[in-house]
């Protein structure tokens, strides 16, 4: 891939068309500036204490009591009185946003609503969750505020996720002079050190710099290094007219837990319905046919003498242990991104925005995927068939081993390319307060990836004469609860190469809204766009030994599909404090942002997203409390499956090898609550009530099944008590937070445990503070009550949550 240094793309940016910004604030250079004024997309408006209005849903200055869709935003003095520092730990404050299953620990895999997400930087692209591919974990360093528009957002942030956009808000330059230094102290040899400056060059000219060092050992030995640099300059040609110039440079390593504590695969379906806590090892019984493992009567005892209640059900826990191999490297990433932002007003009533952004991110890891510790199955007729079955090495049983070992190395890198303009026309007509808004955009992703893999002696390959020509060289775990590593490197375990190739894909759109505002209370809106999202695929061939058909390289291979999206909504002022909204939107996206396209090259339709919203909004206490409730359903759909009556070379040419009617769906209701209710008390609170089914393959048992690691029911709320003490010239802080996260399935009939699940847990956070005009100190208390709890679903277990654990922040501000 092609490297481009700073100073390059800074030049290209530079002769480059005048690009996508945020609305203009007319302000008085010379005279103070509010720093509460956040500029976004548009401008966020504030009411008193609480953010009453937003511009992710439509791009412009809306009110939440006007706006038909669902928006939650997290303001940056809950993020600062939480002290979180990444996007995970934020999810808490927004409903409906959850960690994804499958999570295998590697960045952002989040979901809104049970489908997928897309991230953005002031509504450009920030990556979007890829899975167990390569991911960033998004740093809140240089982030102001967070907005979530769930459902899609018909082409005003190009092509999207299904689930909606986490849009992360950037901090701007001022021409108000500000400095500060912050230090962080916590546990685990966790320390960090921040400098952040602004101010006016000229009177038209204005800088902001932020820097940050971060070294953290992390519980149970996951190490988190990150060094931050964010560079950003705003120049006002007048009032009407301004342009903006931002860098950002991250470069971090982050240690990778794929696995967690895992469940133990026992089947109870095997043992005529007995749990793993009522069955004996009388019940345990070796396969009649003598195919599978045989046991001794003994080891048969050893091995239900191991079982624990909840095996098969719920992770093994084992302390802070985990799987976490000395040959498994850290997460290390490098992100760069840079930005030209420019918006004119032409007169009070029509205004030009637009931006272009590159952005590069390589990583590249190894990880542990694959460790099961398999008990008792009876799988497809043959009870523990080898090697899905306990390990037995001459003789001996051990009964906590794991088999099936893979490490996966992965190098990765995504360039992308991005320009969004939109011009927005305001008008009058009768009675009536009209917005128009056309927008075009472009993206180009592009995407190269290699991944290598080793395996332990259950991995055995043969050649179509039935000779081995491959077999896994690392050792078995004996004890996933003491386990003994393999030693040297990986590439002293004879990897293979299991996939190389080049995925591009780029899109264009064309769209217009039509926002009015009536004066009896009605506002509705009405967007349509249509866009055209085409795929390339590059495969450079992978080891023979490992699939011998797929070990030449092959031509490139393009499909293409267009359409149209389209946002329908209303909302119903009842009274000032009081609205209703309803809200019916379909978006699209490439059906596989980092798959194969063989086999749809001709022109398959991608995917596309259903969001039907009925919501309430209320305020009260003169504009300090804002409350919704939203009641959902959202949905991914045109999804693939096999067709099981398709046989390869044999089928007539009239049966199709795949259907495209699959679909990932989610229903639910929504509440989420703002208030600062005296000058003492101050709220948040979000709840929602979700069921995610997986409606993908009619074929498979998992069909209509839970989707894995999406809670039915998570409820989390902040509150902060302001009290004046000990003659302080301010008061200081007191803050109390509850989280409580419902059962997360990890179901797989495929490995031997459908009633698989991770516990539901509810922990306390706590937070005090002081600051004057100078200073700022906050101490931080996590995990209050020391519980004991898994915050993620992983793919056959779960990540034990950080113990109870402290940090200390201190601010000078100059």
Known sequence: MKKFSLSLIAAACAVSPLTYAQAKVDTNKNSATDSSDIEVISVYGRQNQVVMNSGLATKSDMSLMETPAAVVIVDSELINAQGVSNLQDLVRNISGV???GNNYGIGDNLVVRGLGANYTYDGMYGGAGLGNTFNPTRSLTNVESIE???GPATGLYGMGSAGGVINLIEKKPEFVEQHSLTTELGQWNTYSVEMDSTAGITDDLAYRVLVKT????G????????DEAYVSFKYEFSDAQDIMLSTAYIKDAIAVDSIGHPIRIYNAESVNGKTAGEASWQDLINDPEGNGVQLSDAQRQQLANSLATNDGLTPYTFGHNGIISPMAKDNEGEELRVKLTHNIAFNDDLTLNHQLQFRNYDSGFARQTGAYNYVYWNRRGTI???????????DVLYPY???RQEYRKVEAEEQSWQYFADLRYDFTLGNVDNEFLVNANYEDRDIRFKQYSIYDADKVIKNSDGEVIYEG???YIFDIRNPNWATGSFEDHDPLKTSDYNKTVNAWGLGAQHVAYFENGITTRVGVAYNRIKQSYEHFGVDARYRASAAEPTPEQDTSDSGLTFNLGASYKFTDDVSMFVNHAKGRTAYSVLGTIYGNENDREDSESISNDIGL????????????FIVFESSRTNLEYANPDYEEGVSAASVPKSFFDGKEQTKGVELDLNAVLTDEWKLNFNAVYQDARDKKDPNRDSFDTRQKGVPYVTVGSWVTYSKELFDLAEPINFSLGHKYVDNRSTHSTSFGIPDGYVPSYSIFDAGVSYSNDNWKVQANIYNLFDKVYYNKAMFLGGMPGDERNVKLKVTYAF
């Open 473 to 475: 060289k690392l050792p």
């Open 617 to 628: 909004r209320v305020k009260a206490f003169d504009d300090q409390l804002v409350a919704s």
């Open 148 to 150: 979530v528009l769930k």
């Open 98 to 100: 959850t960690q994804a």
């Open 384 to 394: 523990n068939a080898d090697p899905r079955a306990p390990l037995v090495v001459d």
């Open 401 to 403: 081993a794991a088999r």
């Open 214 to 217: 971060e070294r953290s050992d």
């Open 219 to 226: 519980y149970r030995d996951l190490s988190n290094d990150r």
